[in-house]
């Protein structure tokens, strides 16, 4: 009994570690050039509704179980997206920042510097969304894994405006879709 115990211990963290390593190699970017044309904007309002707990209240009250369940494996997938894509963004982010560091403008390495460290926590955070979103899917009644990756989403979008501004202030950065 024990030893099947340590069996199945040892397959669920051989599980996350594979997965952590698969996502945090999928949230990587390659190419230097044209970094900032590879960014994807990600509309903020859509994201913040499927994290929103208060409507999967109102899905919950409203549809079935079995229904209540089928929508929300649907919305952690849409989530899910939402998070590889703002994962793929804070990667290159993290780049541009990166690059900026060099400059010799205190106020642009202070502005690259902010961007960067929000970028890292941001991947950090996508890369722990998203295996909890696999976890959330198989067992729809957790919590829901994301805001935390919305909240970093935003002030990412902030310093990458500030960043852009100071760097180019005739061309806008954008990270989030235009409504």
Same mark, same amino acid.
């Given at each position: 009994m024990t030893l099947a115990i340590a069996l199945?211990?040892?397959?669920?963290l051989s599980l996350i570690f594979i997965l952590r390593?698969?996502?945090?190699?999928?949230?990587? !970017?390659?190419?230097?050039?044209?970094?900032?044309?590879?960014?994807q904007p990600i509309d903020v309002e859509a994201f913040r509704n499927l994290v929103d707990p208060a409507e999967d209240? #109102?899905?919950r009250r409203?549809?079935?179980p079995r229904q209540f369940r089928t929508v929300r494996r649907e919305r952690l997938r849409a989530i899910? $997206? #939402? !998070?590889?894509?703002?994962?793929?963004?804070?990667?290159?982010? !993290?780049?541009?920042?990166t690059s900026a560091l060099e400059s010799g403008d205190?106020?642009?390495?202070?502005? $690259?510097?902010?961007? !960067?460290?929000? $970028?890292?926590?941001?991947?950090r955070n996508a890369t722990y969304a998203i295996l909890r979103i696999y976890v959330t899917r198989a067992?729809?009644?957790?919590d829901l894994p994301a805001s935390a990756v919305l909240n970093s989403y935003e002030r990412i979008s902030a310093s990458a405006m500030l960043l852009g501004r100071l760097q180019n202030p005739a061309v806008p950065v954008r990270i989030a879709a235009l409504h």
């Open positions: 199945v211990v040892l397959a669920a390593i698969t996502v945090s190699r999928s949230l990587q !970017v390659s190419g230097e050039a044209g970094l900032a044309e590879k960014i209240d #109102y899905l409203r549809l079935s899910g $997206a #939402y !998070v590889h894509v703002a994962g793929q963004n804070a990667a290159l982010l !993290v780049r541009i920042g205190p106020q642009i390495a202070e502005a $690259a510097n902010r961007l !960067v460290n929000d $970028a890292l926590l941001l991947r067992l729809p009644a957790l």
